[in-house]
């Protein structure tokens, strides 16, 4: 585990990510596992926008379309944007409260191997032809119809990634209370950190409905369970609640991170402090705790009856305050800054009236009586887009810019970067403005296709082509990452010149133990505060250089998240193969004497010795 | 220059009226075109919403606009440092407060509405010999068609909805199978079809469909039930009460005054398709297949497609290839082409209009 740069072969290599419990390092993986999928579940959509271009279009039948919106919702959702915004917090949020790792490394590889794996078990679905169809909602009534393993692989793969995701949710939380810096005290957290926080927080408390739905689910279909069979006493309404009970905060599990990710962008490139710091992290908790009291407004027209309608109608619309605070604090500390518009900036700059219009739908779909008109239609379709590519999809792409060269030390390239906004902006607008057009003229969400004459077809085209003009711009992303990893520029600590957070007086990408001492944070803005005061590396040390305890890495997240893998597919076949049962029990077997190995082994870590600190720090040129 | 930019204006313009003209979508299924109070009530709903969010938006892209412009850094120097302001308590307030004002404006009636859309406590009312005073639909979902029984009237009819003009209909909606929703665009917001309970809500509706394009409204299902899902349409027929009561009357003497178009059609449709498909109008709901016995009224065959007699064999032969899941057999082969066309010409002519 040396520092110095090594040549190291393939599986040396590859052993090391295999088993690494680095954050920089998990990080990296989840961006480019959840990048993986990202793309997968984009050209889904490309072919759903290709089957709607016409009408009466046959270019892929009723099923295989149901396939497709199915696992397109559940691959953006789950295995997309979470995880891509889970490798930002991996690989900066320790960073930016001064930390060396997150709380439970081996819990940070856990949580990925159970994502990967939970998303490799769905997406094998496509290989046995039976894949989820039931919308990745799967209401109950039809996904206990649906035929063939599809739904099941819907509820296990869920299943073992939600649990990652949870591991994950909790670790972060572990990590901000415990491990800040010293000096950083709550209200001098980075809105990164803090919209962390209260996501991770959000996730504790959302995901256990989801699992305990998923069981249900799983239970109902797989081992005779009726929990949702109304026949037996069972009831469908149940899974609707549950599911949303987890599936809107889920929502802003998404969205806060990316309002992180946009006040720091903002602050960089005004240079300027945030406006209204505290009302920032009030609207952030507010959001937060708002976001579980209104899941009913998925359901207004269930038939929950006027009263319960009325109430989930106000308390939705009460969370357009706290969002207003925000973009009104965003356009503050703009004003009187000096803006320089880079890629991530022009990506902030997207982000305000995309989000705002995303935002101002969804209080028009709050007003339950109208959304009688505007449920499950494309109204619904082009608002959720505005928000979660508005609002999501924008932030995971300004921050792949703003962060590429603090994960990977060199700088993608800023020509192709607005190339790739433009393209991507544009078409997302022309794709789904019109939507909310199509909502209007009665188009329901979820059709495979649709008759001529209805006065959708138009629109219909405008939409698909825009879909294209997106594709074009994630085309260009992708060869903007080759071509610059390639390269390979090296950049300094602080490339775009104004960092004003500790991840920014670090090297790029930082070594790793991060710090060479844990740093001594004086206010907000820290680094920024340092340099004012003529303090060039922006670092302050809290203590002397001496000896690291390190975590040291593990093959056993791996074998314990595969293992459950290998359950999944002997649950699923247990009554139709004979090897199904047998399989079930070996793959739980497997990692509970993974889970034992962890328990019986006595790991302590290893330390990193004060002279090779200072080995690297000459090395470094005295530099952070 | 200047000319350039004028004519530029004229043309942004023209495209922005134009956009506004088309942008009502069509008459029998838009929801910005409502043909009754319930799809007026939350059209006006959409205007006031639109309205104070129109608003929000032309505020915050202004004030983005101006900042954007103002405080470039091109503008200000490379190396200027802006004063670092931590906030302001008094503008925070503001835009705390108008929001909460705006938002208190349209939570009103939006709960107003939610009160008077979901009255239904009419629906059982009966004058003094015993008889309901209101029109109560019974709707049924089923993959994927549409049962309408009139339980007062003792009659019952499939995927193409009577209704009375300028009265409160009120409908009783469930699923048989799996979950659907029940939705007439241009009339009012939907009412989803749970599986395990009943729900209510009425409608008004105040067009008649004679004078649309096909005559008739256009209805949706609009929750995801399945592969057929997109084709499980249905269609709404309404018409003056007067009318509507010489229709009952028919519908409810439809046993006896059968039109008989093509007797040998007839035979066989009582040996091939009466287990499933009844052709009299006089009946409750339960059916496994759609009621016929307006057959010949309708606008569409399986509620989609084309109203002639070629569609209607192509769709007998061919129902799953058309309508992929839903319960009908395939009777390609089942039946010559002689006792197919003399069946669709049977059904062609079953009328009660």
Redesign the interface.
């Known amino acids: 585990m040396s520092s110095v740069a090594q040549k190291k072969g393939f599986g040396a290599t590859l052993w090391d990510w295999l088993t690494t419990v680095d954050h920089k390092k998990i990080g990296i993986l989840y961006f480019l596992g959840g990048g993986f999928f990202f793309v997968l579940g984009g050209i889904e959509a490309m072919l759903i926008r290709w089957q709607l271009h016409i009408p009466n279009n046959d270019f892929v039948?009723?099923?295989l379309f149901?396939d497709l919106i199915t696992m397109h919702g559940t691959t953006m959702i789950f295995l997309a944007a979470m995880p891509i915004l889970f490798g930002f917090m991996n690989a900066i949020m320790p960073l930016q409260i001064g930390a060396r790792d997150v709380a439970f490394p081996f819990i940070n590889s856990l949580g990925f191997w159970m994502f990967f794996f939970g998303g490799l078990f769905l997406n094998i679905s496509w290989l046995f032809g039976e894949v989820p169809?039931?919308?990745w909602t799967s209401?109950a009534?039809?996904s206990l119809?649906?035929e063939g393993h599809g739904v099941d692989f819907y509820a296990i793969g869920l299943q073992i990634a939600g649990g990652g995701t949870l591991m994950a949710g909790i670790n972060f939380l572990v990590t901000i209370i415990n491990m800040r810096a010293p000096g950083m005290t709550y209200m001098r957290m980075p809105l990164f950190t803090w919209t962390t926080f209260v996501a991770s927080a959000m996730i504790l408390f959302a995901f256990p409905p989801l699992t305990v739905g998923l069981f249900f689910l799983t239970f109902d279909r797989m081992f005779g369970g009726n929990f949702f069979n109304?026949e037996m006493g069972g009831?469908?309404?149940i899974w609707e609640h549950i599911f949303w009970i987890f599936g809107h905060p889920e929502v802003y599990i998404l969205i806060l991170p990316a309002f992180g990710i946009f006040s720091e962008i903002f602050s960089i490139f005004?240079?300027?402090?945030l406006?209204?710091?505290?009302?920032m992290v009030f609207a952030t908790v507010l959001i937060g705790f708002l976001g579980f009291m209104v899941w009913a407004h998925h359901m207004f027209?269930?038939?929950l009856?006027?009263t319960a309608?009325?109430i989930f109608?106000?308390a939705t619309?009460?969370i357009?305050?706290p969002t207003?605070?925000k973009?009104?604090?965003w356009?503050?500390t703009?004003?009187?800054?000096?803006?320089?518009?880079t890629t991530p900036m022009l990506y902030a700059?997207g982000f305000?009236?995309s989000f705002?219009?995303g935002g101002?739908?969804g209080?028009?779909q709050?007003?339950?009586?109208?959304?009688?008109?505007l449920?499950?239609?494309y109204f619904i379709v082009a608002h959720f887009h505005y928000v979660i590519v508005g609002g999501v999809v924008l932030a995971i792409l300004a921050a792949t810019h703003l962060y590429w060269p603090k994960m990977f030390g060199t700088m993608l390239n800023e020509t192709l970067g607005k190339v790739t906004f433009w393209f991507f902006f544009i078409g997302f607008h022309m794709t789904f403005l019109i939507q909310h057009?199509l909502?209007?003229?009665?188009m329901?969400r979820?059709?495979?296709?649709?008759?001529d004459g209805?006065?959708w077809n138009l629109a219909n085209l405008i939409s698909t082509v825009g879909a294209f003009l997106m594709a074009i711009g994630v085309i260009v992303l992708v060869y903007n990452a080759i071509v610059t990893s390639i390269k390979n520029v090296k950049v300094a600590n602080d490339p775009w010149g104004d960092g004003r957070t500790l991840e920014w007086a670090i090297e790029s990408p930082p070594i790793y133990y991060n710090f060479s001492a844990t740093p001594l944070v004086r206010g907000l803005d820290s680094v920024w505060i340092e340099k004012?005061e003529g303090n060039e590396s922006g670092l302050t040390p809290a203590e002397p250089i001496k000896d690291i305890h390190m975590p040291n890495g593990s093959i056993i997240p791996l074998l314990m998240s595969f293992g459950l893998f290998i359950a999944g597919f002997g649950a699923m076949f247990r009554t139709e193969e004979s090897w199904g049962l047998p399989l079930l029990i070996f793959g739980l077997l497997w990692t509970f004497v993974s889970m034992a190995a962890r328990s019986l082994q006595d790991d302590t870590g290893y330390y990193i010795k004060k002279e090779e600190i200072l080995r690297d720090l000459k090395r470094k040129g005295g530099q952070n | 220059m200047m000319k350039g930019l004028k004519k530029w204006r004229l043309f942004s313009l023209l495209a922005v009226l134009t956009v506004f003209l088309a942008?009502c979508?069509?008459e029998e299924?838009?929801?910005?075109l409502p043909a009754g109070q319930v799809?007026r009530?939350?059209f006006n709903?959409?205007l006031l919403?639109?309205g104070i969010?129109l608003l929000?938006?032309i505020v915050?892209?202004a004030?983005?606009l101006v900042?954007?412009v103002r405080?470039?850094?091109?503008k200000?120097g490379e190396d200027?440092?802006?004063?670092?302001?931590?906030?302001?308590h008094k503008?925070?307030l503001v835009?705390?407060i108008i929001?909460?004002l705006l938002?208190l404006l349209?939570?009103v009636?939006?709960?107003y509405?939610?009160?008077?859309?979901?009255?239904v406590s009419a629906m059982g009312a009966v004058d003094e010999d015993g008889n309901a005073e209101n029109l109560v639909v019974d709707v049924t979902a089923k993959l994927y068609w549409w049962e309408f029984e009139y339980p007062d009237l003792g009659i019952v009819t499939a995927q193409e909805l009577v209704v009375p003009m300028d009265e409160k209909v009120y409908f009783n909606l469930i699923?048989a199978?799996?979950?659907h929703?029940f939705?007439i665009?241009?009339v009012?917001?939907?009412?989803?079809t749970?599986?395990?309970?009943v729900?209510?809500f009425y409608l008004v509706f105040e067009k008649d469909s004679k004078d649309l394009k096909d005559g008739v409204f256009?209805g949706?299902?609009?929750?995801?039930?399945?592969?057929?899902?997109?084709?499980m349409?249905f269609k709404v027929k309404t018409m003056p009460r007067a009318e509507f009561d010489r229709w009952v009357t028919a519908m409810q003497a439809s046993a006896d005054n059968q039109v008989v178009a093509n007797p040998e059609g007839q035979a066989l449709f009582q040996q091939s398709c009466i287990g499933c498909h009844a052709v009299s109008g006089v009946g409750e709901s339960g059916a496994q297949g759609p009621n016929l016995a307006t057959f010949g009224d309708r606008n569409r065959v399986a509620g989609?497609m084309d109203h002639t007699k070629e569609d209607l064999i192509e769709w007998i032969k061919y129902p799953q290839e058309y309508k992929?899941?839903n319960k009908m057999p395939d009777f390609d082969g089942k039946l010559s082409d002689k006792e197919l066309d003399a069946i669709a010409e049977y059904l062609m002519g079953l009328s009660v209009e």
């Open positions: 039948s009723a099923g149901n169809d039931a919308g209401y009534s039809l119809a649906s109304h009831n469908t309404i005004s240079r300027k402090r406006f209204g710091y505290p009302s027209t269930v038939g009856g006027p309608n009325a109608a106000v619309m009460a357009a305050v207003g605070v973009i009104f604090n356009l503050l703009m004003w009187g800054g000096s803006i320089v518009v700059l305000i009236p705002v219009m101002v739908t209080i028009m709050g007003a339950a009586p109208l959304d009688y008109q449920h499950d239609t057009w909502g209007f003229w009665g329901p979820r059709v495979w296709t649709y008759m209805q006065g004012m | 942008g979508g069509q299924l838009s929801t910005l799809g009530d939350q709903l959409l919403s639109s969010m929000v938006i915050v892209v004030i983005f900042a954007l405080f470039r850094r091109s200000l200027h440092i802006p004063e670092q302001v931590e906030g302001s503008l925070e835009w705390t929001p909460i938002i349209l939570a009636p939006t709960v509405y939610t009160y008077k859309l979901g009255d699923a199978d799996v979950k929703s939705w665009p241009a009012g917001g939907k009412l989803d749970n599986v395990e309970n729900n209510k256009y949706k299902c609009a929750e995801l039930c399945g592969p057929s899902h997109a084709l349409d989609f992929p899941g």
